[in-house]
């Protein structure tokens, strides 16, 4: 550090990943004499060099290069990180200028330093998970093909058995291909080597082409094309602030975890709402066509615009409030990737809206026409027998969506959802306070405990048959994967 203080610099040359080395000149007070050091990718400097110091001895660089490729894919298989140092006293008629004096390659080299830069514990069992939920990784990097080929065995990424050097690709060779040639290869590869900022974001570029939603992760400036052009930037938290603008995400804890955690939170929320969209496209259907077919049959208007608005709460606010409190579910990761552009409704969603819509609409038309054809006709007992026995069909399908698109149980993990809880102690207070109390408002007549009794018992069944459709998926799946 002293001898850093006390030299003066007459000229610098920074590094960059083109050059891939950078360039100090100085004046040493210890020799008096003006010194160049150079620094960089090992194979890059010793490129640049005509002797090698060994030992005190000098040895020609061109026939100690075996020697130190040997050493160095013997570090790359570590997966460590590799660095080259040569030097040159440079004459007083010599020019201040380190990039004239660097192409002159009559450099001294002095040797090699290995970093040993550990993955994470964690990283494998991320990359995993993200692999499982159809997530393709790509290591792009600036170190060598030994290093990044070592380092993707060890996250899993990479498998000697398997994988071949279609599967890989150094930055120049990337940039010899064209266009076609390259989006031929692009979906195969794992390993970029040796890249160049402007490599990264023509792979990005190029996987957009085909249609993939591209994240990228950097922290440093030169990754910032590449994080902007891709449709979700990931900068470190410890990564450079022209990367972090240019990102759309930053992970504080620069862990790769973290983007695994962050997919199974967005597919997660996106199945909450599309379970949220069943629940409430179900009620809309049966409402809507109960009170335009009960119009049509001349019948009293079987639901009040008082009782149509504490149903439009039950599906909008409460159901809402039901659904996205639904705790992330790691089996989301299992799901196959959606395209951006499939629409929100599935055929599954479609097939469940109409499906059971349907059957309430025929339980609802069955009991209109039954109360029309008693005694005492369509009375205040009966609407209210019947508004009660509605808004239960719904409460018990809540249930049913809570779960939908799963083979799970309605009652699996309910108790970590608090606010599923508090919805349903709500709809039923709710409901019970508007029947006994509602009066003309709620155009309502009080019911009997065994009239409750019953209109629970049998409404449940929505709930009971939708625990058995699931527990007969759950058996037929645990078949198929034992075979």
Request: aromatic share 8%; net charge neutral.
């Amino acid at each position: 550090m002293e001898l850093r203080e006390k030299v003066h610099i007459l000229d610098q040359l920074t590094f960059s990943t083109e050059r891939k080395f950078m360039a100090t000149l100085v004046e040493s007070p210890i020799i008096g004499k003006k010194i160049l050091y150079i620094k960089g990718a090992p194979e890059i400097v010793l490129g640049k060099c005509k002797e090698v110091i060994l030992d005190g001895r000098r040895v020609d660089a061109v026939e100690y290069r075996s020697t130190v490729e040997a050493q160095l894919l013997n570090y790359q298989n570590m997966a460590m990180r590799t660095l080259g140092f040569a030097f040159k006293i440079v004459g007083e008629n010599e020019p201040n200028d380190c990039t004239e004096l660097v192409s002159a390659n009559d450099l001294n080299f002095l040797g090699v330093v290995a970093i040993s830069d550990p993955i994470r514990p964690d990283v494998p069992a991320a990359v995993a998970k993200c692999q499982s939920a159809g997530i393709g990784i790509k290591i792009v990097t600036g170190d060598t093909p030994g290093t990044a080929t070592e380092i993707a065995r060890q996250i899993g990424l990479w498998n000697p058995e398997k994988d071949t050097e279609w599967n890989r690709i150094t930055g120049a060779a990337f940039a010899e291909l064209s266009d076609e040639e390259a989006l031929k290869r692009i979906m195969d590869l794992k390993i970029m080597s040796r890249a160049r900022p402007t490599d990264k974001q023509r792979l990005v570029q190029l996987l957009q082409q085909k249609g993939a939603v591209v994240a990228v992760t950097g922290d440093g400036t030169n990754d910032a094309p590449a994080l902007n052009h891709a449709q979700v930037g990931l900068s470190m938290g410890t990564g450079t602030s022209v990367a972090k603008e240019a990102s759309d995400i930053t992970l504080l804890d620069d862990s790769f975890n973290s983007i695994g955690t962050a997919v199974m939170w967005g597919r997660s929320l996106y199945k909450n709402i599309q379970r949220f969209i069943v629940f409430q496209l179900t009620i809309n259907f049966v409402a809507l066509l109960i009170v335009l077919l009960g119009s049509i049959i001349g019948t009293e208007l079987p639901l009040t615009v008082t009782q149509m608005l504490w149903v439009n709460l039950i599906m909008d606010t409460f159901a809402a409030l039901a659904l996205a409190s639904i705790p992330p579910s790691e089996t989301v990761m299992q799901d196959k990737p959606r395209r951006s552009s499939d629409f929100i409704i599935t055929k599954a969603m479609k097939h469940n809206i109409l499906g059971v819509g349907s059957v309430f609409l025929i339980i609802l038309l069955g009991m209109i026409y039954y109360f029309d054809h008693t005694p005492q006709g369509m009375n205040a007992q009966n609407l209210t027998i019947f508004f009660t026995f509605f808004v239960m069909l719904q409460f018990w399908n809540l249930f049913n969506a809570r779960v939908f698109g799963t083979t799970d149980s309605a009652f699996k993990g309910i108790s970590k959802s608090y606010g599923m809880e508090l919805i349903i102690l709500a709809i039923l207070a709710g409901q019970f306070l508007i029947v006994q109390f509602g009066g003309a408002v709620f155009r309502t007549t009080p019911l009997d405990w065994q009239t409750w009794l019953c209109i629970i018992s049998v409404s449940s069944m929505v709930l009971w048959v939708g625990e058995l459709i699931r527990l007969v998926q759950r058996i037929t799946h645990k078949k198929k994967n034992e075979k």
